[in-house]
């Protein structure tokens, strides 16, 4: 039996336009750092994906710790990552999350001891996640953009994702499923893309097609300074045919399962705050946000 259990969440925000009241709900339950960071978005669309990532993290520790979700505070590490300030007193090691978002899709990973299953010595264990759109439109043709990021991926990586007999779709999907998971390994890692990733090269699972209905693949193997990395896990999904996720889990290995699609209305909450002037008057400012050009 695994030793930790991982919930998966995705919410697809290409149907959802919040109403005032809508977005004054969401926005009640968050701190107020949290509301200046998404002020300073340009794009309603990135202040509602990042909006959405936080109420995924509370929904996520609420379940988990039983607390109210209203209640629930975060504060960001050294690294930047965000976590959940009463872990030290709640369930200190108990827990790892992380989000993604990009284009229509918010994703949450969250991993936590299976208290059901009895170790000696419970090691540290972290998780990462990260989605991408399967497209190409920099501008350049596909072959320059390639030469661009030469350095961005190993040899192998690179003969896998240009092999002959791909087109260039298959090229686009084979480049995005390499840097989801070099994206999701360093996200746990919490150090950004800013180490050598030509260091870090992946094989990615090729005993099935990457295909909706067969997600998530959970072959792929890792290798940093040419060493084979035992501690880490992987799965690749394909949410949509345009998008591509990818989980990296350190020192656990989950049962694998897909993603649970969630609606906006299992994310909201009601409260009293959401009716003051303060919250709708930076509801009303946001919702003047400019949505990007498709």
Not at 272 to 279: G, H, Q, R, Y
Request: glycine share 4%.
């Amino acid at each position: 039996m695994a030793q930790h259990k991982c919930t998966r969440w995705a919410v697809d925000l290409a149907s959802w336009s919040p109403t005032l009241p809508q977005l004054a709900q969401a926005v009640a339950v968050i701190q107020a750092e949290e509301r200046g960071r998404l002020q300073k978005f340009f794009y309603i669309d990135d202040f509602l994906s990042s909006l959405v990532g936080r109420l995924l993290m509370r929904k996520y520790v609420s379940v988990q710790s039983g607390m109210d979700y209203k209640e629930v505070q975060f504060a960001r590490d050294v690294r930047g990552k965000p976590y959940w300030t009463q872990a030290a007193n709640e369930c200190p090691n108990q827990m790892s999350f992380n989000v993604s978002h990009q284009g229509n899709f918010v994703l949450f990973a969250g991993v936590s001891m299976d208290t059901k299953v009895k170790v000696a010595e419970p090691t540290t264990f972290g998780v990462g996640v990260d989605v991408m759109k399967i497209e190409y439109s920099g501008g350049k043709s596909l072959s320059e953009f390639f030469r661009i990021m030469q350095r961005k991926f190993s040899d192998s990586e690179w003969r896998y994702i240009r092999r002959p007999h791909h087109n260039e779709f298959d090229q686009v999907q084979a480049f995005m499923r390499h840097w989801c998971l070099k994206e999701a390994y360093v996200k746990e890692l919490g150090v950004g893309i800013t180490i050598d990733l030509q260091k870090i090269s992946f094989k990615v699972d090729t005993s099935r097609e990457l295909s909706v209905a067969e997600s998530p693949l959970t072959g792929t193997t890792l290798r940093c300074n040419d060493m084979l990395m035992h501690d880490w896990h992987f799965e690749e999904h394909l949410l949509h045919p345009k998008y591509c996720a990818a989980i990296a889990f350190r020192n656990c290995k989950p049962e694998e399962g897909k993603f649970e699609l969630l609606k906006m209305d299992q994310l909201l909450v009601e409260t009293e705050s959401a009716t003051s002037i303060e919250v709708v008057q930076y509801c009303r400012e946001a919702l003047r946000k400019e949505r990007r050009k498709s």
